[in-house]
T-cell receptor, first 113, second 116 residues
Framework: KNQVEQSPQSLIILEGKNCTLQ??????????LRWYKQDTGRGPVSLTI?????NTKSNGRYTATLDADTKQSSLHITASQLSDSASYIC????????????FGKGTTLSVSS | NAGVTQTPKFQVLKTGQSMTLQCAQD?????MSWYRQDPGMGLRLIHY???????DQGEVPNGYNVSRSTTEDFPLRLLSAAPSQTSVYFC???????????????FGNGTRLTVT
């Protein structure tokens, strides 16, 4: 069964600190892996998309890594800001028609001052 | 560009009532979809469309209908609302029918629906 598991479920860090969010998946055949940021009361916004051949991709202070062999990804946030407080959702795309996106449940990050 | 616009933002229905959730995008995206987001669960696909006149079912289609008469609009209809349909509904779009697998989804800001 195609699944995406994220950890931790929630995380609290101090402003300025770094953090890493984890995503493990069992999706086949794999097409790409995406990270989205969802602010409270808003729709998800795309941060990165990585295909099988990419093992790292950055978007400002956000850096995603992908290990396709172990089926693991991480999202590293550098020098966190209060505005980073949000839910971060890992999404894996399978190579199939139609409904091919498998969503994780998300990690809720709270950045405090 | 406004992106993906969803209306209304909030709605309360009584069991058995019907309503339409509106979704419009101004990016000329071919692919559009509807998701529901429930506490403790990942987003789940309800229906999707790869172009005007073409729709298909997703993971949780029961109780919902869609149509795609134009590229811009993709309304979601609840035929007879049930408490189990209490959720936050998101519309999303993506460019290029053949390339949507590798293109990011652009989400609207959701409609929060409560069915009593």
């Amino acid at each position: 069964k195609n699944q995406v598991e994220q950890s931790p479920q929630s995380l609290i860090i101090l402003e300025g600190k770094n953090c890493t969010l984890q995503c493990n998946y069992t999706v086949s055949p794999f097409s790409n892996l995406r990270w989205y940021k969802q602010d409270t009361g808003r729709g998800p916004v795309s941060l990165t998309i990585m295909t099988f051949s990419e093992n790292t991709k950055s978007n400002g202070r956000y850096t995603a890594t992908l290990d396709a062999d172990t089926k693991q990804s991480s999202l590293h946030i550098t020098a966190s800001q209060l505005s980073d407080s949000a839910s971060y959702i890992c999404v894996v795309s399978a190579i199939q028609a139609g409904t091919a996106l498998i969503f994780g449940k998300g990690t809720t990050l709270s950045v405090s001052s | 560009n406004a992106g993906v616009t969803q209306t209304p933002k909030f709605q309360v229905l009584k069991t058995g009532q019907s309503m339409t959730l509106q979704c419009a995008q101004d990016m000329n995206h071919e692919y559009m979809s509807w998701y529901r987001q429930d506490p403790g669960m990942g987003l789940r696909l309800i229906h999707y469309s790869v172009g005007a006149g073409i729709t298909d079912q997703g993971e949780v289609p029961n109780g919902y209908n869609v149509s795609r008469s134009t590229t811009e609009d993709f309304p979601l209809r609840l035929l007879s609302a049930a408490p189990s349909q209490t959720s936050v509904y998101f519309c999303a779009s993506s460019p290029a029918r053949g390339d949507w697998h590798n293109s990011p989804l652009h989400f609207g800001n959701g409609t929060r629906l409560t069915v009593t």
